[in-house]
């Protein structure tokens, strides 16, 4: 068992230094590609290092890959914050304070609708038009693998 633990620990290790090297050194924006990209080839280099030395330690895939998934959720979570978005606003305020007024032009429902459609832009998953939105094909295959994983796990709806 340790040493299942300490194979799962120096992939994922060495995956977030990489990952972090990626988001330095190659800024996208595109935190969740390159975290998935990063990911599923420090899985791939975990499971061709298990079949080179002639085992299959499916546990420490497993906890490579849960401990991989678990590190971007928690980032992502964080980057997209309301509330984390909100104390740093309020830390770059003169004197660490707004009015309730630029408080709330900064922070209301509309503002906030707007950015997700700008990161869902951004992020290739919706065209925005002067007349419309469409949905992009890649949001139409990535909304066939969450139906799919809602279907397996018998969740009807979102939220």
Known sequence: MPD????????????VVTHILVCRL????????????VGFFSLALACAWEFKIGRADFLALYMLLTAWLAYLMFFINLLNSVTLKMLERLAEAPGGNLSGEEFNNI?????GIKARLADMDKNGFIKIEVEHITLTNKAGQFLKMIFLARKILSVNRAG
């Open 107 to 111: 922070f209301n429902e509309e503002s």
């Open 4 to 15: 299942t633990i300490i194979f799962a620990f120096k992939f994922f290790a060495t995956a």
């Open 26 to 37: 190659a800024p996208s924006g595109k935190f969740m590609f390159n975290g998935l990209l």
